[in-house]
């Protein structure tokens, strides 16, 4: 079964820094395969707007590489290839001078959707935006694209946010976590919000804890400069595991629709409660001999940045009134390995007599690797010998259960793109949201910095620091596996 796509309308996109790392491996492969699908129409167009000195032949080539390096199996389409390179312009521009700007002005269609994406630092948003509206380039209709990190504390968010709102109204602004745009995500609601099974478990009657973990095994490796300034507190938990966060706890909204479910996700931000500091462990992975450490590749001897992170947050209202959610991130861990599981309490009485074992149901929502869902479940064991029960998972692994519709699924950024277009803002952050989860996030960090708070080490390839065993064990819990 092939899935249906709906083309979007004409669009012009353009996409400060075209010619970086992000748009190169992410956002121009993603736009192609949306090509490839039919989804981008030959009528729309990508400009690349970025410093480099490149005619729209030299940015082509560079992009043609990007997307054979990047692209997946899909790049070897060659005539597909050609017919989106065409569709491809570029101007050389300076975000905070006056080259380019006429020339860019010049190339934008009238009567078409206008779509700026701003993949460059975030100290140039300002730029642009005035920019934009300086050269009459930005129309009322016109969405802008903003990346990760916005802010790095509550005030340099609030001002970014003042910034934009100077050029461009909240309709406007699609502020990107890619892990919104992740299909099993979005599964997640449909599981939440199109089954009747699940809701009425979905409370502090039914669900024990919470679990949601983001383990990668790469390091910090080139990116070193940018992530010793900012940690695991800042570069994922504060947005990613937030809005995965906010996604499982949030009351069901009135509508599928952006104001309704972002209403609801700012409510459980803002029901948060602070933090203990024995509730977080700090970790940064050491040198296990093979590869460097962490102060080695951030090049900071002295450095006491987090590269993993666990805490046990509460959320202050009747539906999850006692119920923890054990957050946990980290790099140079066992395994690439992102799950949300939902462990349900025990059963309050058990009628099989010599079943010492704790059985408990788990909803696990998997992000990676083998994107899915999986609900265990107790059944008897089979054979004779009486009445065993063992654990076993319901399965739904996408790939499995979807076959050809899940492999065509677009990726977390593709699908954001074409959100952008249809004027979807469901799946992207409000600014007031972003603001509450760093007013949640800034006193953690303050501590921390007031105590000289010092990370502890972990080996490469393990879970972490055992102290993150501890923050669940010495509650009678503990943590699942991190596996890929
Ligand atoms: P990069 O350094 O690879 O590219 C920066 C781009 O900005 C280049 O195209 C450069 O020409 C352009 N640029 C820089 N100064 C400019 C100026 N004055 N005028 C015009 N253009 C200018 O950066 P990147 O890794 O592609 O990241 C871009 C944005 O995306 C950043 O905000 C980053 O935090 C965010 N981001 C990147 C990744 C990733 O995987 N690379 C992931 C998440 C978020």
New binding site residues.
């Given amino acids: 079964m092939v899935s249906r796509v709906i083309p979007v309308e004409p669009f012009d996109l353009v996409i ?11 956002i121009l492969p993603g736009l192609f395969r949306r090509f490839l699908a039919g989804q981008m129409t030959p009528d729309s167009r990508i400009i690349g ?4 000195d490149l005619d729209a032949q030299g940015y082509r080539d560079m992009i043609r590489q990007g997307i054979a390096e990047f692209g997946g199996p899909e790049s070897t389409d060659g005539d597909g290839l050609a017919q989106f390179l065409a569709r491809l312009d570029y101007v050389s ?5 006056e080259a380019g700007w006429q020339q860019l002005s010049g190339l934008m269609r009238p009567g078409v959707i206008r779509a700026f994406y ?5 100290a ?1 948003f300002g ?1 642009l935006a005035e920019r934009l509206h300086q050269h009459g380039i930005a129309d009322p209709d016109s969405r802008i694209v903003v ?3 916005f802010g790095r504390d509550l005030d340099s968010a609030r001002a970014l946010n003042h910034t934009l709102a100077e050029h461009f109204r909240e309709g406007q602004i699609y502020r990107i976590d ?1 892990y919104l745009g992740k299909e099993t995500v979005q599964n997640l609601m449909a599981v939440r919000f199109g089954n009747i099974l699940f809701e009425p478990l979905w409370n502090h009657h039914y669900v024990d804890h919470i679990q949601i973990t983001v383990a990668e095994t790469v390091g910090v490796e080139g990116r070193g400069g ?1 992530y010793d300034k900012s940690g695991a507190m800042r570069d994922m938990v504060q947005n990613h595991l937030m809005q995965l966060l906010c996604l499982i706890a949030m009351e069901p909204p009135s509508l599928f629709e952006a104001g309704a479910v972002r209403d609801e996700k700012l409510k459980v931000i803002r029901a948060l409660k602070p933090i203990a500091a024995h509730h977080i462990v700090r970790g940064q992975y050491d040198s296990n001999g093979d590869g460097p450490s962490y102060r080695e590749e951030a090049d900071n001897p002295r450095s006491f940045t987090e590269s993993f992170i666990a805490l046990r947050a509460e959320i202050a209202n009747w539906r999850w009134a006692g119920v923890p959610f054990y957050l946990r991130t980290g790099k140079k861990l066992r395994a690439r390995h992102s799950e949300i599981a939902v462990v349900f309490k025990d059963l309050p009485h058990s009628i099989f007599e010599g079943d010492e074992k704790r059985h408990r149901n788990i909803l696990s929502i998997r992000l990676q690797p083998n994107e899915g869902i999986d609900l265990q479940v107790t059944i008897k064991e089979p054979g004779p010998g009486g009445m065993r029960l063992i654990d076993r998972p319901l399965d739904m692994t996408f790939a499995t259960a979807l076959g050809e519709e899940a492999a065509e699924a677009p990726d977390a950024y593709e699908r954001l793109i074409m959100d952008v277009i249809r004027g979807n803002q469901t799946l992207f952050m409000r600014g007031d949201e972003v603001e509450a989860a760093w007013a949640w996030t800034d006193p953690i960090i303050a501590g921390w910095e007031r105590r000289n708070d010092v990370p502890k080490l972990y080996d490469p390839g393990t879970s972490g620091p055992d102290d993150s065993l501890m923050l669940l064990h010495r509650e009678g819990r503990r943590w699942r596996e991190i596996r890929g």
């Fill in positions: 400060f820094g075209g010619t970086g790392d992000l748009a190169r491996r992410k707007a970025a410093r480099a521009i300076d975000a905070t001078g701003f993949s460059v630092a975030p140039l730029a990346e990760k990190p890619h940018y």
